[in-house]
């Protein structure tokens, strides 16, 4: 049966309307982006047949549906119509460029020409899951692994905190050890000594309990990427671990647990306990993409829905796929995207700006993507932002000038020396990405007419 566009919103909001806990949105929500998207597909031809689709037609219904957006943000239909047409290779450039347009209008006006700054702290690189595209990945027998102890934490803290930085998020592999024994505590520490400091996790989902145990620690946001909606392609990458089972409230992965599903309900269990939440899909991952940024905007259109009262803006991730610092292990040669990321990174970060209801989403353009890339996407679409990103634990350590040796700053190392080198920090990465100074994007920030604030201004914007 053809369905109309009326059919799959009446769908969606019923699923929407149904109570918590609510498994069919999410289990219903990759396909019914599938249908919306084919449904604008057949709307395009339905106006003139396919090869009278061209540029001049596209633009006019792009610019039709850009001037008609309400502060609600855009309706699903427009979305998947736009996605179509940035996603067919003849209409990238001039769809891309009306995104840009409007977008770049709409952040000045919505966040003036405010930005805030992050940066991540790696705590350990052993991880129980295997995630073919990363460098942490288990199966990857090249690859240091390190887990910092508190020492280790707070030298590198302090140093970023000198140099400005106001929030801090908190990664680490799948090292459930660390969640289990450490976790509370170092965020308990954390907010002792620096109160005025975000503090945001990046880690494998957790419990509502869990959750609120956190929160009441001092936590104040949980990323986690979803990396694909798109069931198969999310248990082909992700082959086994917690991350694809999910894990207990005795932090233990769920045996035959379902972690696809547990994952993408997550930002459900950290609204509940009244955290902040971010969610994002990894681009260069699906050939698709189109798919899975429809089903991010949807899913975060429905939990903005959902907790309206108390929703704090979302954070929209845009992690991609990159290259891994270990050859050996790099797939990236084999089972790559044709889908270019730099090209079409401003774009897609405008379109997530534009879609949601104004000041509920924070767009979060990273140090994947070059400085140039990242420096147009803020100016587009988005507030908050990475810098100096070091992604192996301990690995600001030779930046904050430590004389002495490493090896004391680490509670659990895999080399067989007693010594870890320099080297071995850097090696240690979970991929490769863009790298300067702090001052260097700072001063790049402020040449095109930005200002740094603090996200807890932000979050008062
Ligand atoms: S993406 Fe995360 S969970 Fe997956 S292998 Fe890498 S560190 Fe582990």
Redesign the pocket.
Known sequence: MYLTFANVRLKLQELRNLSYPNSLFYESLYSNSELLLDSAKKSLSMHARDEYVNAKFVIKTIDNILNKRSPLGLKDSDIALILVTLFDYRFTDDVSNLLIKYSTVLRRKTFSNFLSTMVPIEVS?Y?????K??????SNKDMIRLRINDDGFFEQLKYLVNMGFTHIEIA???DLDFIKNNLNDLIKKIKFYYPQIRLSICL?PLSTNTYNTLLNSGLDAVLTWQ?TYNKDLFNSF?TS???SKGINDSIKPVVNGNGFLDRMMSQERALESGLQVGLGVMLGLSDTPGTDILSLILHGKYLIQKFSSNIKPLIIGMPTWNHITTENYDIKNSEVSKFSIENLFPAIASLYFISFEDKKAWIFANCRVSMKTQVNTIQAASVFTSTMVLLGPGAYLKKSLITSSFSRYFSKFSNSKSEISENELLLGE?FKHYFYEHSKYIDEFERHGLSICSDADLLKA
């Open positions: 690189s991880c129980a899951s295997n995630c595209f990363c460098g942490w990945k288990s680490s592999g799948d494998t990396e992700i671990g917690p991350k979970q």
